[in-house]
């Protein structure tokens, strides 16, 4: 199911590292682009197919933390195009790249100012090593970068089935983490065509994840942050697109690049998926930390839950990241919290039901943090947050349950 390169390389605090591509070939321009595209830290700010248009592109924007430049097409232009750089932007690092492996070529190309060479195509560890070596270089250039969390946390919640109570979780532990100042938390509503994180929140937003896919070649910081809608509590919020249409637009390589972005400036994510188990939905899986799986004791929802467990246990990276969460404990029902265990093991996490207070929040669109903090649903939610942020400790037999079961096949 991994869809994410495993290695990190240099690339190791949280920051999003942004390059240039400037190559003139549409066949080696395309073969770094691929690469560079499934690396989430990295952001592809633009790419040049002329050497001459390096400077003009550079001088509009703010100064990328890397700069490829590729030597095939015409070595003299490339070798200008390098001392540009090295003596314009000194905080920018060249990285040379070829398909050929002329000796003297690459000699020049470092003498002309490229910190590093790169023989492309290259295996993606080669790739991830030049760029933590170009990195660690270039470091302040990087750690100055504006508005960045140090840490950032991205919480996926995914339901066992129609009305668990995913969206009720995600905006109410949004908001939760969202009061303390210290937190900088954004709700994508991932459920793409039914979402209704809106609704819950009430906010009328300009922007939809829609529109910022739409133009994911221009989305930058300043593009993002402008798109979001904030809530009194302090939440951001990127809406499901307006239209039903839209949302079938919306690829895996979209949601990528933006939940990049996103991380670069919110210390937490929270991503309210659909039930669809759809390409985005995996996407959304394979970039959290956390996966919140919503359980009701109800027959419908289990059974799902038993099929979505083994699916994402499968998978041994998801697998160590789930959570499963039994919401609406207390709501009459013919089968027994021991008997859920049973089939699905612990939960790491209880929330009781009280559908008057979830139902007047809803309506109200005020979470329940602003509208009934002190209710036990809400004390829920905080225990809830303290939990997945590690201010308490999670239950250990949640986490051996599946992996026992696992281990033994
Ligand atoms: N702990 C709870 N106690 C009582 N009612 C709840 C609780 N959690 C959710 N509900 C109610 O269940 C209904 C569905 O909740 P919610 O919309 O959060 O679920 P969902 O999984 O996002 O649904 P959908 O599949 O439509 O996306 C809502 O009416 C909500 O108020
Ligand atoms: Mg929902």
């Known amino acids: 199911m991994s869809n994410q390169p495993s290695q990190n390389g240099g690339l190791q605090d949280n920051s999003l590292v942004k390059l240039v591509i400037l190559d003139p070939s549409d066949r080696s321009r395309e073969i770094l682009r691929n690469q560079v595209l499934g690396i989430s830290k990295l952001w592809l700010e633009s790419e040049c197919t002329k050497y001459e248009v390096l400077g003009g592109v550079l001088a509009s924007q703010s100064a990328p933390d890397i700069v490829s430049v590729a030597l095939d097409a015409n070595l003299e232009k490339a070798l200008e195009a390098i001392s540009l750089v090295a003596q314009k932007y000194p905080q920018t690092a060249v990285l040379a790249v070829s398909i050929q492996q002329d000796g003297q070529a690459v000699l020049r190309a470092l003498r002309a100012g490229a910190r590093e060479f790169l023989t492309i195509p290259s295996s993606e560890e080669e790739l991830m090593e030049v760029l933590g070596r170009l990195?660690?270089?270039?470091?302040?250039?990087?750690?100055?970068?504006?508005?960045?969390?140090?840490?950032?946390?991205?919480?996926?919640?995914?339901?066992?089935?129609?009305?668990?109570?995913?969206?009720?979780?995600?905006?109410?532990?949004?908001?939760?983490?969202?009061?303390?100042?210290?937190n900088r938390v954004v709700l994508a509503d991932l459920d793409l065509v039914l979402g209704d994180a809106d609704v819950a929140l009430d906010l009328k937003a300009d922007y939809t994840i829609g529109d910022l896919a739409a133009n994911v070649d221009k989305l930058d910081l300043t593009f993002l942050n402008r798109s979001l809608s904030k809530h009194g509590t302090g939440l951001y919020l990127l809406p499901h697109p307006v239209n039903v249409g839209e949302a079938t637009q919306i690829e895996e390589i979209h949601l990528e690049r933006i939940l990049a972005l996103l991380r670069a400036s919110h210390t937490h994510l929270i991503l309210d998926l659909s039930k669809g188990f759809r390409p985005t939905d995996l996407a959304a899986l394979h970039a959290s930390d956390v996966i919140l799986v919503v359980v009701q004791l109800e027959l419908s929802s289990l059974h799902n839950a038993v099929r979505l467990l083994a699916a994402l246990h499968a998978d041994p990276v998801l697998g160590t990241r789930i959570k499963v969460i039994l919401n609406r404990v207390g709501m009459i029902t013919d089968i027994t919290q021991a008997k859920a265990v049973q089939l699905i093991g612990e939960f790491s996490w209880e929330i009781p039901n009280d559908h008057k207070t979830l139902m007047d929040s809803r309506n109200k669109g005020i979470p329940l943090c602003s509208l009934a903090p002190d209710s036990k649903v809400q004390q829920s939610f905080k225990g809830l947050a303290q939990m997945i942020t590690g201010k308490t400790p999670d239950k250990p037999a949640a986490k051996s349950f599946w992996q026992s079961l696992f281990s033994k096949a």
């Open 135 to 182: 990195l660690k270089s270039h470091s302040p250039g990087i750690s100055t970068l504006p508005g960045r969390p140090k840490k950032s946390m991205t919480i996926s919640i995914i339901g066992s089935r129609g009305g668990v109570g995913c969206t009720g979780i995600a905006v109410n532990l949004g908001a939760t983490l969202a009061i303390d100042p210290e």
